[in-house]
């Protein structure tokens, strides 16, 4: 969008209310209305700017050109035809065409700042009257430079940076600041002098300049605003080259009208988002990816999860987790009897272990939902990529808290059951018989030779074998007995004492494992 369009879009309708309050007179009333004070570095293109906002020409080039202040004062005439243009400087006043306006200049400052390339703070004040012009006044000044060439003063950054500093403190004054795209506006000096007095960066705007040379990197300059202008950019001079600027919507220039794109932006990606996460939807742009098809993959981690903690907890049937319950027992006076202090403590262990494997399912699937949440702002937001950035911020914001949430609701549900050892749940009981019985049915197995089982295997595949290597039917109730159940040797009772003790323990942990594979994946959702 060339400048003069959008300036005709933000800036004229500011300029005009000005231009209002001015013709009804509130200046007389003691309200001052605002100058705009343009600042920047040396050949920025600041005097380009004041020429193109009033169409008047003035003198710029390379090396530094403006050396005092030229305070322009714009107003509407309907008296005239032509423009009706006074220069006053010192004791000098005359009126000038148009064209001799450049050379006026040059020549005034010539007077007031010399021949050579020093500055000065006294003005040039230029009137200029015509048919539809704007009530305003605008103010050009020299531009920073920080190290003197031939012929200026040692001290021509402090007086630029004094001249600066008293024509920008006024509250009613609007900063222009004028910014070059190929320089890096970290390093600007004009932005430290407007925040001095404009800290919010409510009373400055900025005008950013050979963008034709720079087009890429000045887009990701507007988008990072490191430098915190308030009040918005304006870009000189796009050329057809700089696309990725034409991609900023042009009928986002009002309040209103950003308002609207933003809700249309935000219902879009809840839209999108909530057919991904609650019906599945294969959302149109993502319709190859599988990545992108959020139940099937949150089932997948969840599925992770369940064989995760599987995992991770003791073998309850192992050789070691039966010395375990053994060293646990010993001294108890009752064999067969697990206190509950020890079955309380087994159970700490084993929940103890859950806890990372937990977490780290919460960590998958919030990362997970952060990465389509951020491809769906993506699309939603392509046409306001800096919108995008802050609202994928946002989102991992609440991303965050909603983790927290999920994190200390996981923490307290694995606490509740470190601390209550209680179940009402029928699978405990229905665990423990089960195992008691198929251990009962096992006691007398027989080949048809009449020998006894041995050789028993890990886990269940439907036969056992006797020492000549027959083979005999286990009993159907043992076909979801866990590993390492059958293999336990049952030949004396302390054995089935300690066996009876690993069911206990194993079938209450089969409860816990259920709750947490159904809770966790709910909260997570939720
Ligand atoms: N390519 C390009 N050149 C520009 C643009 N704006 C200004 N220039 C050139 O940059 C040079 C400096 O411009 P000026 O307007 O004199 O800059 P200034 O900030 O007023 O300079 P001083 O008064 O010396 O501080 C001139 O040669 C301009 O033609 C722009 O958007 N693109
Ligand atoms: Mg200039």
């Given at each position: 969008?060339?400048?003069?369009?959008?300036?005709?879009?933000?800036?004229?309708?500011?300029?005009?209310?000005?231009?209002?309050?001015?013709?009804?007179?509130?200046?007389?009333?003691?309200?001052?209305?605002?100058?705009?004070?343009?600042?920047?570095?040396?050949?920025?293109?600041?005097?380009?700017?004041?020429?193109?906002?009033?169409?008047?020409?003035?003198?710029?080039?390379?090396?530094?050109?403006?050396?005092?202040?030229?305070?322009?004062?714009?107003?509407?005439?309907?008296?005239?035809?032509?423009?009706?243009?006074?220069?006053?400087?010192?004791?000098?006043?005359?009126?000038?065409?148009?064209?001799?306006?450049?050379?006026?200049?040059?020549?005034?400052?010539?007077?007031?700042?010399?021949?050579?390339?020093?500055?000065?703070?006294?003005?040039?004040?230029?009137?200029?009257?015509?048919?539809?012009?704007?009530?305003?006044?605008?103010?050009?000044?020299?531009?920073?430079?920080?190290?003197?060439?031939?012929?200026?003063?040692?001290?021509?950054?402090?007086?630029?940076?004094?001249?600066?500093?008293?024509?920008?403190?006024?509250?009613?004054?609007?900063?222009?600041?004028?910014?070059?795209?190929?320089?890096?506006?970290?390093?600007?000096?004009?932005?430290?002098?407007?925040?001095?007095?404009?800290?919010?960066?409510?009373?400055?705007?900025?005008?950013?300049?050979?963008?034709?040379?720079?087009?890429?990197?000045?887009?990701?300059?507007?988008?990072?605003?490191?430098?915190?202008?308030?009040?918005?950019?304006?870009?000189?001079?796009?050329?057809?080259?700089?696309?990725?600027?034409?991609?900023?919507?042009?009928?986002?220039?009002?309040?209103?009208?950003?308002?609207?794109e933003?809700l249309r932006i935000t219902s879009e990606r809840t839209r999108i988002m909530?057919?991904?996460?609650?019906?599945?939807?294969?959302h149109?742009?993502?319709?190859?990816?599988?990545?992108?098809?959020?139940?099937?993959?949150?089932?997948?981690?969840?599925?992770?999860?369940?064989?995760?903690?599987?995992?991770?907890?003791?073998?309850?049937?192992?050789?070691?987790?039966?010395?375990?319950?053994?060293?646990?027992?010993?001294?108890?006076?009752?064999?067969?009897?697990?206190?509950?202090?020890?079955?309380?403590?087994?159970?700490?262990?084993?929940?103890?272990?859950?806890?990372?494997?937990?977490?780290?399912?919460?960590?998958?699937?919030?990362?997970?939902?952060?990465?389509?949440?951020?491809?769906v702002i993506?699309i939603c937001a392509a046409?306001?990529?800096?919108?995008?950035?802050?609202?994928?911020?946002?989102?991992?914001?609440?991303?965050?808290?909603?983790?927290?949430?999920?994190?200390?609701?996981?923490?307290?549900?694995?606490?509740?059951?470190?601390?209550?050892?209680?179940?009402?749940?029928?699978?405990?009981?229905?665990?423990?018989?089960?195992?008691?019985?198929?251990?009962?049915?096992?006691?007398?197995?027989?080949?048809?030779?009449?020998?006894?089982?041995?050789?028993?295997?890990?886990?269940?595949?439907?036969?056992?074998?006797?020492?000549?290597?027959?083979?005999?039917?286990?009993?159907?109730?043992?076909?979801?007995?866990?590993?390492?159940?059958?293999?336990?040797?049952?030949?004396?009772?302390?054995?089935?004492?300690?066996?009876?003790?690993?069911?206990?323990?194993?079938?209450?942990?089969?409860?816990?494992?259920?709750?947490?594979?159904?809770?966790?994946?709910?909260?997570?959702?939720?």
């Amino acid at each position: 969008m060339a400048l003069t369009q959008v300036y005709e879009k933000t800036m004229r309708p500011l300029l005009d209310t000005i231009d209002t309050l001015r013709k009804i007179g509130v200046a007389d009333e003691g309200i001052k209305l605002p100058t705009i004070v343009v600042i920047g570095d040396q050949s920025s293109g600041k005097s380009s700017v004041i020429e193109r906002l009033s169409g008047v020409s003035l003198p710029r080039g390379k090396g530094i050109v403006t050396r005092v202040p030229l305070v322009m004062r714009i107003k509407s005439s309907e008296s005239t035809e032509e423009l009706d243009i006074l220069i006053e400087y010192g004791s000098e006043k005359k009126n000038i065409m148009h064209e001799e306006v450049e050379e006026a200049v040059r020549e005034a400052t010539r007077i007031l700042a010399g021949d050579e390339k020093g500055v000065c703070p006294k003005p040039i004040n230029l009137s200029v009257c015509g048919p539809d012009l704007p009530d305003l006044t605008l103010v050009d000044l020299p531009g920073i430079t920080r190290v003197p060439i031939k012929g200026q003063p040692q001290d021509i950054y402090q007086q630029v940076v004094n001249m600066i500093r008293e024509q920008i403190k006024p509250e009613e004054t609007v900063i222009l600041n004028v910014i070059s795209a190929e320089v890096d506006w970290a390093t600007c000096e004009s932005f430290n002098l407007s925040k001095e007095v404009d800290q919010e960066g409510s009373r400055t705007l900025a005008v950013v300049t050979k963008v034709d040379r720079e087009p890429d990197g000045a887009y990701e300059k507007v988008l990072a605003n490191d430098v915190n202008v308030g009040l918005g950019y304006v870009l000189n001079k796009l050329t057809e080259k700089q696309s990725a600027l034409q991609r900023l919507p042009p009928s986002v220039v009002t309040e209103a009208e950003a308002m609207m794109e933003f809700l249309r932006i935000t219902s879009e990606r809840t839209r999108i988002m909530e057919g991904l996460m609650l019906r599945g939807d294969r959302h149109v742009e993502f319709y190859d990816d599988e990545e992108m098809l959020y139940p099937s993959k949150l089932n997948s981690l969840f599925e992770d999860l369940e064989e995760t903690l599987r995992g991770a907890t003791s073998k309850f049937f192992s050789e070691g987790f039966r010395n375990r319950v053994k060293t646990a027992t010993v001294g108890f006076a009752v064999a067969n009897f697990l206190s509950h202090s020890v079955f309380k403590q087994l159970l700490h262990e084993e929940v103890e272990k859950c806890k990372p494997v937990c977490f780290e399912v919460l960590e998958k699937v919030v990362e997970y939902t952060l990465r389509v949440s951020d491809e769906v702002i993506d699309i939603c937001a392509a046409s306001l990529p800096g919108l995008a950035t802050t609202m994928k911020e946002t989102a991992g914001q609440r991303l965050g808290a909603s983790q927290q949430t999920a994190y200390k609701f996981i923490e307290r549900e694995l606490e509740k059951s470190q601390a209550i050892v209680c179940t009402f749940n029928h699978y405990y009981m229905d665990t423990v018989s089960s195992l008691t019985k198929g251990l009962d049915e096992c006691k007398d197995l027989q080949c048809a030779h009449g020998h006894d089982a041995r050789n028993w295997p890990t886990s269940y595949n439907g036969t056992v074998r006797c020492g000549h290597g027959h083979a005999i039917q286990l009993p159907a109730s043992l076909e979801d007995a866990p590993e390492g159940f059958l293999k336990a040797p049952l030949v004396d009772n302390a054995s089935q004492a300690l066996q009876v003790m690993q069911i206990s323990v194993y079938a209450y942990w089969k409860v816990i494992h259920k709750i947490l594979i159904d809770i966790i994946p709910k909260e997570l959702r939720f």
